[in-house]
C-alpha cells in the first residue's frame, strides 16, 4: 500500500496509475489464501480482495475515497481497512471539546461492540441443540450471527483506525434492523464501506449511461458476483451462482420498489408495517439463495467449530486472569 500511494501521487490517473497499481491490484486476491483459518481468510478476502481491489481501481481512476494527497499513515489504514474518513470542512476551534468528542465516540464504538460481542457469546452455545431446532430457527439465528460478527469486526477496525488517526469516520452500519424499504436496507444501512465502492465504481457509471435502474441492477449483479468470490474463500468450493441470484433478485426488487415510490400518489406502508416486511424479505430469500452455499458441504460447521474454540480459549484467559485473584489466602 506504501507502493500504491507513492505511485499514485506520481502518475496521473488513467492508464498510467492504472498500469503501476497492476501488480498490487493482482496480489492482494492472493493474500487471504496465507491463512488457513475460514474466519481469518474470510476476513482478509473481504478488507482485501474486495475492499482494498475496489479502493486501489478508483484510486487509479482518480475517484473513490483515496487520494495520493493523504498522509502515509492515514492513507495505509483507510486502503487496508474498512473505513472511510469523513470530511470535515468546518473544524472544531476548541481541541479540548474535540477530543473528549472523539474520546465519548470511541467509547460509545468499544460499548456497543461489547455488547454485541455478549450477545454473540450468548447464542454461539445455543448450536449444540441445533438437531433439536427447526431448519428456520437454525437460519434465523445464522442471520443474528453474521450482523453481530460483522458489526464486531468492522467497529474493531473502525476503532484501530479512530485511534490511530484521530479522525471522524464515516458510519459502517446504520441500524439495519429499522429499515423500511429495500432502498433503505441496502442503500443507507447494512455494510455501508461496500455501498461507499460500489456506487461510484458501478453505480454513478452505469446511471450516467443507461439510468438510475440500470444502475442499480449493475450495482447488485457485482456484489453478487464479489459475494461468489467471497464465498469461494470462505468454503473452497466452486461458485454455484445463488448468491449472485440472490443479489440480482435483490436488485431487482429494489428498481421496483424505486419505480413505485416515484410514482405520483403511490401509498407508502407506514413503518411498523414496512420494516418487518423488508427484514422478512431479507431473512427469506437469504435462506433460499444466501446461506445454501455455505451450509453444503458443512462449511457452517467449521465456522461454528472455530467460534466454539475461540470463547474456550477466552474462557481460559479469563479463568488464567481471574484465578489468582479469586483464590483463598
Not at 429499522?178 to 461510484?200: H, I, K, Q, T, Y
Not at 430469500?285 to 444466501?290: E, I
Amino acid at each position: 500500500m506504501s507502493y500504491a500511494r507513492f505511485a499514485s501521487a506520481r502518475l496521473p490517473a488513467g492508464l498510467p496509475r492504472l498500469a503501476a497499481l497492476l501488480p498490487v491490484v493482482c496480489l492482494l486476491p492472493l493474500l487471504p489464501f496465507a491463512f488457513s483459518s475460514v474466519h481469518l481468510r474470510g476476513i482478509s478476502a473481504f478488507f482485501l480482495a474486495w475492499l482494498s481491489l475496489f479502493k486501489l481501481l478508483l484510486l487509479s481512476l482518480g475517484l473513490g475515497p483515496l487520494h495520493p494527497s493523504l498522509p502515509l499513515f492515514p492513507f495505509l489504514l483507510s486502503s487496508s481497512l474498512p473505513v472511510k474518513l469523513r470530511p470535515s470542512p468546518n473544524p472544531n476551534p476548541n481541541p479540548k471539546s474535540s477530543n473528549l468528542s472523539d474520546l465519548s465516540d470511541l467509547s460509545l464504538i468499544v460499548l456497543s461492540s461489547a455488547v454485541k460481542a455478549v450477545i454473540l457469546a450468548l447464542i454461539i452455545p445455543l448450536y449444540r441443540f441445533k438437531p433439536l431446532m427447526h431448519p428456520y430457527l437454525v437460519l434465523s439465528l445464522y442471520c443474528v450471527h453474521m450482523y453481530l460478527a460483522l458489526e464486531i469486526v468492522l467497529a474493531g477496525a473502525a476503532a484501530l483506525a479512530r485511534g490511530a488517526l484521530g479522525m471522524e469516520l464515516e458510519p459502517q452500519f446504520d441500524k439495519p434492523y429499522l429499515a423500511s424499504s429495500l432502498r433503505d436496507f441496502w442503500g443507507r444501512r447494512w455494510n455501508l464501506m461496500v455501498s461507499a465502492v460500489l456506487r461510484p465504481a458501478v453505480y454513478d457509471p452505469v446511471r450516467r449511461r443507461r439510468g438510475p435502474r440500470a444502475g442499480v441492477l449493475a450495482t447488485f449483479l457485482v456484489s453478487g458476483l464479489m459475494h461468489e468470490a467471497m464465498f469461494y474463500y470462505l468454503t473452497l468450493r466452486p461458485p454455484t451462482g445463488e448468491a449472485a441470484a440472490f443479489f440480482l433478485l435483490h436488485g431487482l426488487c429494489t428498481a421496483a420498489e424505486g419505480w413505485w415510490a416515484r410514482r405520483r400518489g403511490a401509498p407508502s406502508p407506514p413503518r411498523w408495517v414496512a420494516a418487518p416486511a423488508t427484514l422478512g424479505f431479507v431473512a427469506g430469500t437469504g435462506f433460499w439463495l444466501f446461506f445454501p452455499p455455505i451450509l453444503r458441504g458443512g462449511s457452517d460447521e467449521v465456522v461454528l467449530a472455530e467460534c466454539a474454540a475461540a470463547m474456550r480459549f477466552f474462557a481460559d484467559a479469563a479463568r488464567s486472569l481471574l484465578g489468582p485473584t479469586a483464590s483463598p489466602v
